[in-house]
């Protein structure tokens, strides 16, 4: 991988027309959030996919991020204490967010405003701070990024 690519670790999905990419330690629980918003963007009607679990290309195409998929995980994702699971995925998607997964009691009441999250070089999206025990997590992404 080159200064214009990256493989990181993280969960990517596409809501919509929105790639979100899920940022953290293993044990974070990237893949569980990335799950749950899936499917509950799924129940409300809208378009979600998978990208790429565990494994991230992350990639510069003029001013975006792209993030791709290895081929050896494609429909994979990771699901602790419930192994792996297969579900359908998509190649590629632009990224628009960074969602880092939190401990509601061990983080600030109010994130720093305009945070970022340095992905390939110079290149950042915003960042989001979403709580691991939120029931309804799209819903609270959703909100996020509309206001």
């Not at 600030?108 to 309804?136: F, Y």
Request: charged share 15%.
């Amino acid at each position: 991988m080159s200064a214009r690519s990256a493989n990181i670790h993280a969960t990517a999905i596409v809501v919509g027309t929105t790639g979100l990419v899920f940022l953290g330690p293993s044990g974070s629980g990237k893949s569980q959030l990335a799950f749950d918003c899936l499917t509950e963007a799924r129940l409300h009607g809208h378009f979600a996919a998978l990208v790429a679990d565990d494994q991230v290309f992350v990639s510069r195409f003029g001013a975006h991020l792209v993030a791709s998929r290895p081929a050896t995980i494609r429909d994979l994702i990771e699901l602790r204490h419930g192994g792996i699971a297969r579900i359908g995925s998509i190649p590629r998607a632009v990224l628009h967010y960074a969602i880092i997964p939190v401990d509601r009691l061990s983080v600030e009441r109010l994130p720093p405003g305009k945070a970022r999250a340095n992905l390939l070089g110079d290149m950042s999206l915003p960042r989001l701070q979403v709580p691991t025990d939120l029931r309804l997590p799209f819903s609270f992404i959703n909100a996020l990024i509309l206001s």
